[in-house]
């Protein structure tokens, strides 16, 4: 269930106060700079874990990858972790009351909803709930398996950051917003809209 009823219509004194598009000149560049933060960071925590588990001879391998297949297992991993990267997105979406709608452009898949106006700070939360799941879950999980499949974890771990740039990026313009901010979320961008009683500069 919604935490709080769902906001499909906007409001009648609220404009819109910015708009982000990844077409825009230069977005490039800060979701750049941010993917390769999040990639060095979970980077870091993922092989740092990694070698400190091969140092102690693995010995939570409780799940395990009959051998030969951790290769196919792997790779199957490393596919699939973008695709869960979205769906992770549409969870967030539908327990804030909207439904994702999922989709793929040229250039990344993409998680939206149709006639949906989130509140400031769900969409934090609809933006950061990839990274910070699956990032978690693949350094619990890495604990628990084969050294080798460890190793596939860890790259998944480093996959799902290099997807996290834009959400990064976004979720930075929208905390400058006050929380009575209405964003709607665009395939390649969002527009953020405020009452026009308040200050809206960021």
């Known amino acids: 269930m919604p935490v709080a009823e769902p906001v499909t219509t906007l409001p009648p004194d609220y404009r819109e106060v910015y708009h982000l598009s990844i077409k825009q000149p230069l977005v490039w560049l800060p979701v ?6 999040a990639v060095l960071i979970c980077g870091a ?27 196919l297992v792997g790779m199957a991993l490393l ?19 909207h439904r994702p709608r999922y989709g793929v452009t040229w250039y ?17 939360r609809v ?9 978690l879950v693949g350094l619990a999980l890495l604990w628990w398996t084969s050294v080798e499949m460890s190793q596939w974890i860890a790259l998944a771990v480093l996959v799902n950051a290099s997807g996290a740039g834009g959400d990064l990026w976004m979720a ?31």
Not at 127 to 135: F, K, M, S
């Open 45 to 71: 925590l993922s092989f740092t874990l990694l070698a400190a588990y091969e140092a102690s001879g693995a010995p939570l391998a409780i799940v395990d990858v009959p051998e030969g297949a951790a290769s």
């Open 79 to 97: 596919l699939g972790v973008l695709p869960l990267h979205e769906w992770v997105h549409g969870q967030v979406i539908r327990r804030c009351g």
């Open 32 to 37: 750049l700079l941010l993917t390769i933060v």
């Open 108 to 124: 990344a898949l993409f998680t939206t909803a149709e006639n949906a106006y989130f509140r400031r700070d769900e969409y934090l």
């Open 172 to 202: 930075w313009v929208v905390r400058r917003f006050g929380p009575e901010a209405l964003v709607r979320d665009e395939k390649d961008g969002m527009r953020i809209f405020m009452p026009e009683r308040s200050s809206h500069s960021p």
């Open 127 to 135: 933006l950061l709930a990839p990274l910070w799941a699956i990032t």
